[in-house]
């Protein structure tokens, strides 16, 4: 696409490589021209990472899946901290991935919504202290990126 051909083209169809100059010698690199543990390493690891803030805001998502029998957390309030369990431990596999480590954004976001639902639904004094606990912890853990262990070309500026 940036030799100038259609996006939709290279987008459907794909394209070749510019060849060299005339008088100059093509270089090409093979990733796999490695040692078999760094192939192994980078083709299990590579890309994905889970830095402690995320690790830390899955185990607060785990934790929330389990307040009825830890909090004693009934109806409406059990629900809705089931619901913003799951969806942080799913935002938090997500945001594990190098290219995907924007979208933690979405935990400050159900941090933010913590906040509000012992308020909505009736919640006696230990839950409405946990749960906002909770709810403040979630939006400081995704303040943070996080380490970025591989390069992805113009994709580096976007991994804020």
């Known amino acids: 696409m940036r ?4 996006w939709l083209r290279v987008l459907f169809l794909g394209d070749t ?40 805001a899955g185990l607060i998502g785990l934790s929330l899946l389990f307040t009825r029998v830890t909090l004693g957390a009934q ?9 913003i369990g ?13 290219v995907a480590r924007p979208a933690r954004a979405l935990v400050a976001l159900l941090g933010v919504g ?6 909505l639904f009736d919640a006696d004094t230990l839950q409405l202290a946990v749960t906002l606990g909770l709810g403040i912890a979630l939006v400081l ?15 580096n500026r976007l991994l804020v």
Do not use: K
């Not at 799951?86 to 190098?98: G, H, Y």
């Open 3 to 6: 030799a100038g051909q259609p």
């Open 17 to 56: 490589d510019e060849l060299p100059a005339a008088g100059t010698q093509r270089v090409d690199s093979d990733e796999f021209d490695q040692p078999p543990g760094v192939v192994l390493r980078r083709i299990v690891g590579g890309g994905v990472s889970l830095p402690w803030n995320l690790a830390l």
């Open 75 to 83: 109806g409406g309030l059990a629900d809705a901290h089931h619901i």
């Open 86 to 98: 799951c969806a942080v431990l799913t935002v938090a596999a997500i945001a594990a991935a190098d």
């Open 114 to 119: 913590l906040l509000f639902v012992p308020w």
């Open 141 to 155: 853990l995704s303040v943070r990126r996080g380490p970025i262990l591989e390069r992805y070309g113009a994709w």
